[in-house]
């Protein structure tokens, strides 16, 4: 059988050569560029081969080509897949590296991105055109695609103020499993194919329904006059009395906990957003654990500084709420919004942004969470948190690694939206939250997956409806097998396979984290209800239509109007658990919600002699990034 693919492969390569579409093999210097990862998990993932495709005709072809043979392609724009989704062991390649180009057109108020385009050349058009106060809801990492941000949902800087990146859409330019070029709209009609897959595609979209080629956004602006963002970053190393008392109880760093517990649980006005980062670095041995806090505030500084002083109290003993205040008002300024997209931006993640380069790989592993903020739910959630980077720095002793929980801040205007409103369902979250593990010699990867199992086996009751995960941040462990489609859509699931059902029914893009066909759930078929038909001229199955309560030949009118898929055109109320069990009918119940990790298989089975005589070309001169800082956009080549 792996004959036969790699023949149709080859035969596919060949026709895509004569089409002048640039197509690079295994040991040629593109293919290396674009198949080295920062991840070394994922250091053996080799495809056939790697296509850049120059324009949609191209896209267009590669798909046409590819799905005539069966051959699996896999879809990448910038790359930053945590679970590796951006690479591939088999097929083809799809890089979209080549369509980056971006649009501005402030008269009608929108931006125009294709889909291979990454946040530092989008933000670079505001910074050249000088267009203070103007705000593209994009991500906070200029290196991330905009592909898989906006299809994801999309958490930016200014997701409280704005929406999520997928609210601020217009329009959608995808090519679908028939190699056809689809646009679809804000202002599609909800009941209608088009509108149904508007919707999908804005938080359910990465990989599932075809290869998004080009994206149309709304322009935004800051609500204040000056077009200004207060923006800063402090690192927290609280201190400890523990030593000094020579008491078990360390009543500094009960201090620093019931600080951060107030911090997480209060109430934000939707103009600030400010990010954490819980360290536990086992070079640094000062303190038992670190905070990193990066602000980002639509405002005057000094509206800041009151807004800071009322939230967090005027105590300021050490590890006091006051000051953390200070702190937060000392390492902050206000500056212009072109600047802070330019420079500060940059600086603020500038650890995540060199982690994503494969100049350095190290080994990593991710798990995420979506948490609300009442206050006893955020007790328990820091509580473990700090427990386990104790159990992280014993069990790795000597070791070097890092253990870093980073809580990004969302809710605000996001939550505001319905749940329905797309197919991104978490919106009633606060903080989406993941666990990164980081570490450079490979005999430890074992332990470093059973710390990571234990761990997040301890925080997923406190997630929303206790599974609920970002799939911006997915868990490589999940599958469609073991309930991946739930953990990141919930009850959007069934709806979601509906779209696939009409708009790639061959499941062609088809990957382990992706939206499966309805007639692949397993269910037990549900009695058809009376007039229920499918008709010779309808390629939908009768179960679609019933799922709608319509006949083929009912007018979509009877589903109501307001957002796409108003809770009465599904037949009742909507629910987060279909079954007691939160599992929807027929799916496949599992005692564990793994499935087992066999690290041999995912590190190193794909090595091949061509990995073996490989040498990573140089993409950009990075030598020196990390000694000296990443400056702005033109340090990453923007």
């Not at 593209?136 to 958490?155: E, H, Q, S």
């Not at 679809?184 to 009609?189: E, F, P, S, Y």
């Not at 590890?319 to 600047?339: D, I, Y």
Request: a positive charge; aromatic letters at 10%; hydrophobic letters at 35%.
């Amino acid at each position: 059988m792996a004959g036969i693919e790699r023949m149709a492969g080859e035969f596919v390569i060949e026709e895509l050569k004569k089409k002048k579409i640039p197509v690079f093999l295994p040991g040629e210097t593109e293919y290396e560029r674009s198949v080295a990862n920062a991840n070394l998990l994922y250091r053996f993932t080799r495809p056939l081969c790697v296509v850049q495709p120059k324009n949609v005709d191209h896209v267009q072809t590669i798909v046409k080509e590819a799905k005539d043979r069966g051959v699996p392609i896999t879809i990448k724009c910038g790359g930053h897949s945590y679970a590796g989704f951006s690479t591939t062991d088999k097929g083809i390649s799809l890089d979209l590296l080549n369509m980056n180009r971006v649009e501005i057109d402030v008269q009608s108020n929108t931006v125009t991105l294709q889909g291979g385009a990454q946040w530092g050349h989008v933000y670079k058009q505001l910074v050249n055109n000088r267009m203070n106060g103007f705000i593209i809801n994009g991500g906070r990492c200029p290196t991330v695609g905009v592909g898989g941000f906006l299809l994801g949902g999309g958490l930016g800087p200014f997701t409280r103020s704005f929406g999520m990146g997928c609210d601020t859409l217009k329009e959608i330019t995808i090519v679908t499993a028939d190699g056809k070029k689809v646009t679809v709209k804000d202002t599609d009609n909800p009941d209608s194919p088009e509108g149904k897959l508007f919707w999908a595609l804005c938080g359910a979209g990465g990989g599932n329904f075809g290869v998004v080629v080009e994206f149309k956004m709304y322009l935004q602006k800051l609500s204040n006059k000056n077009g200004s963002v207060v923006a800063g970053r402090y690192t927290w190393f609280p201190k400890s009395d523990k030593e000094r008392s020579n008491k078990t109880k360390d009543k500094l760093m009960d201090k620093f906990m019931d600080t951060m517990n107030g911090f997480y649980a209060t109430r934000w006005p939707d103009q600030v957003t400010i990010d954490t980062s819980w360290i536990c670095d086992l070079k640094e041995t000062s303190s038992e654990l670190a905070v990193r806090f990066l602000v980002y505030y639509d405002g005057t500084k000094e509206d800041f500084e009151k807004l800071i002083a009322d939230k967090l109290g005027a105590d300021k003993a050490e590890n006091g709420g006051g000051k953390l205040a200070e702190q937060l008002t000392r390492r902050s300024m206000s500056e212009k919004s072109t600047r802070f997209l330019h420079e500060t931006l940059v600086s603020q993640w500038s650890e995540e942004t060199i982690k994503a380069f494969p100049t350095d790989p190290t080994f990593k592993l991710y798990s995420s969470f979506v948490f609300k903020n009442d206050l006893e739910r955020i007790k328990k959630i820091t509580s473990i948190i700090r427990e386990e980077m104790a159990v992280f720095r014993s069990r790795f002793a000597g070791e070097s690694g890092l253990l870093q929980v980073t809580w990004i801040h969302s809710g605000g205007k996001a939550s505001r939206k319905d749940r329905s409103a797309s197919a991104f369902r978490w919106r009633d979250g606060v903080y989406q939250t993941y666990i990164m593990l980081d570490w450079k010699e490979k005999w430890m990867e074992g332990e470093m997956r059973d710390f990571l199992k234990a761990f997040k086996n301890k925080l997923r009751p406190f997630s929303i409806m206790s599974r609920a995960a970002f799939i911006n941040f997915p868990d490589e462990v999940l599958s469609s097998a073991t309930g991946a489609e739930r953990t990141y859509y919930g009850n959007d699931t069934k709806n979601l396979r509906l779209v696939k059902q009409q708009w790639d029914p061959d499941n062609f893009f088809k990957w382990k984290q992706g939206i499966k066909l309805p007639q692949t759930a397993k269910k037990t078929p549900a009695k058809a209800k009376r007039g229920s038909k499918t008709s010779a001229a309808s390629p939908i199955p009768a179960e679609v239509f019933n799922a709608f309560n319509l006949s083929p030949g009912a007018s979509s009118a009877s589903l109501g109007a307001g957002n796409a898929f108003n809770i009465n055109a599904f037949g009742g109320p909507e629910r987060d658990f279909d079954r007691k069990d939160g599992l929807m009918d027929g799916d496949a119940v599992s005692s564990d919600d793994e499935s087992p990790v066999n690290e041999q298989d995912l590190t190193d089975e794909l090595a091949t002699k061509q990995w073996e005589n490989y040498t990573l070309p140089p993409a950009r001169s990075l030598m020196n990034l990390g000694s000296r800082g990443v400056l702005g956009l033109t340090d990453l080549g923007f």
